[in-house]
């Protein structure tokens, strides 16, 4: 497994990604593939396996002025990469660079509450919820449910 810096030719790759996180509808908000793939600029890196994409995440600037030594980042991971640590490698790395490129802490503006996967994994790198929002996600089978703020410094 590689982490490199994405390139266009990796495009393809994405959307695909993306549109089953949409479909599946249970960690974004994002309903179109457009406005995910708009989203999805800043420090933008893939995972790469035998030449098939299989992750990606971005680090960008969480709010400007006086809040830009905060990083923000998101996730991606195929369905066919999820429970083989991918997030894990994924986030250990933007970390890394979030750090190298001068940021001094990361904060996540909205970790749906009920993606225990994504809870867990932002806990064990150290990130603890500071925030919670209620009712701030409309999941497609459990109704309107909490998000998280979760943070922690680099």
């Not at 959307?15 to 793939?37: M, N, V, W």
């Not at 500071?130 to 701030?136: I, K, Q, Y």
Request: charged share 25%.
């Amino acid at each position: 497994m590689i982490i490199r810096p994405c390139e266009e030719s990796d495009r393809d790759a994405l959307r695909a990604i993306f549109a089953e996180i949409i479909a599946d509808g249970t960690t974004y908000a994002y309903t179109d593939l457009d406005e995910f793939e708009a989203g999805w600029q800043g420090h933008v890196y893939v995972a790469e396996e035998n030449g098939a994409v299989l992750g990606s995440y971005v680090v960008r600037t969480n709010a400007p002025g006086r809040g830009d030594h905060v990083a923000n980042a998101s996730y991606a991971v195929a369905a066919a990469a999820r429970g083989k640590k991918l997030g894990l490698l994924l986030g250990e790395h933007s970390i890394e660079l979030a750090r190298s490129l001068g940021y001094r802490a990361m904060q996540f503006n909205r970790v749906v509450a009920t993606n225990e996967a994504a809870v867990g994994l932002w806990r064990k790198l150290g990130f603890e919820a500071v925030g919670r929002v209620p009712r701030a996600f409309r999941h497609p089978t459990l109704g309107d449910v909490d998000a998280l703020i979760m943070w922690r410094a680099l």
